[in-house]
């Protein structure tokens, strides 16, 4: 079966393990970076199928496209090449914008991969489509690496468009991407035999799910082109906007317990600056209006689908 390839460029920093806590060179694969877009495109995978299905069926569906975990070590149902562009220098210091002082090292802006994703014989035509859905829902809505939902490892997948005029232009063309997932999605249940009555409300699930439009919201404007103030403004905060301490999961900065966030924020290119695009999945119904209070402190107005946040 065709092999995907597509080139991935970091519009914002890129914050890989390897990178931070590692004292060897890069490897091979580069950061551990093939490993770790796996990791997102099943994030991705299981939050957009998840809102169609039930949990069983879940496992089932991810296992066809991504492999078992059993087999991931062995035979997964693809493999992947990830190679930099170019020379990709010596790893920087990364100011995070926190108080204490920046040591967290990254590479800059800016940097470029060529990913292939070969498909091994059992592959069929639909889990391949499935894997693409998922890639394309990652590449527009998510990111990679440490405090991906919070603006750093934001890509663009240079084969489609990589910058937008205004956030109303930015907004059509992520309600073009994820309709198109959506079908495309639908398609691979429906090869697989799946009934997708379930559609699931978000707040019903355990973990993070994406039920469309309704859920992914665009910011205002521009906030500027310095990358570095842009993700201080956006990165959010330890103190809960509404007061709780310590036990506020609005934005998953519990103290204890460091649960993922359902807030998952990351930026987008426009002519004249960065964007934050927003994409809230209301797990947590008693501190959802923490999050929805960061939301509006941030500027966002409507969602996708016309909505009020
Ligand atoms: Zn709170």
Same mark, same amino acid.
């Given at each position: 079966m065709a092999e995907l390839k597509f080139t991935i460029k970091f519009i914002t920093p890129l914050l890989i393990h390897g990178v931070i806590?590692?004292?060897?060179?890069?490897a091979a694969d580069h950061l551990g970076l093939a490993k770790a877009l796996r990791g997102c495109w099943r994030f991705w995978f299981r939050a957009a199928v998840g809102n169609m299905v039930s949990d069983d069926e879940l496992r089932r569906l991810e296992s066809s496209v991504f492999g078992s975990a059993e087999e991931e070590?062995?035979?997964?149902?693809f493999r992947m090449r990830v190679e930099p562009v170019g020379d990709l220098g010596d790893p920087a210091v990364i100011d995070? /914008?926190? !108080?204490?002082?920046a040591t967290t090292k990254g590479y800059r802006e800016g940097c470029e991969f060529q990913v292939s994703v070969l498909p091994r014989g059992r592959m069929t035509n639909d889990e391949r489509r499935a894997l693409s859905a998922a890639i394309s829902l990652w590449g527009h809505l998510g990111a990679v690496g440490q405090r991906a939902r919070r603006g750093f490892g934001s890509p663009v997948i240079?084969?489609?468009?990589?910058?937008?005029?205004?956030p109303r232009g930015l907004e059509h063309y992520l309600r073009t991407v994820i309709e198109q997932t959506e079908k495309m999605l639908q398609e691979f249940l429906k090869a697989k035999g799946?009934?997708?009555?379930?559609?699931?409300?978000? /707040?019903? !699930?355990a973990c993070f799910t994406l039920g469309g439009l309704g859920q992914v919201a665009v910011g205002p404007a521009s906030r500027g082109t310095d990358i570095d103030a842009v993700l201080k403004q956006v990165h959010g905060t330890n103190q809960c906007l509404k007061g709780c301490r310590d036990s506020c999961s609005g934005l998953g900065h519990a103290v204890a317990g460091r649960l993922a966030s359902p807030v998952f924020l990351r930026l987008h290119k426009l002519d004249d600056g960065y964007c934050p695009v927003v994409t809230w999945s209301r797990s947590d119904g008693g501190h959802s209006d923490c999050a929805r209070q960061w939301l509006l402190k941030l500027g966002f107005g409507s969602y996708l689908s016309g909505d009020p946040i």
């Open positions: 806590h590692g004292t060897e060179p890069p070590t062995g035979g997964a149902k995070l /914008g926190l !108080s204490r002082p240079l084969s489609g468009k990589t910058s937008f005029n205004s799946v009934s997708t009555a379930t559609g699931r409300a978000p /707040g019903s !699930s």
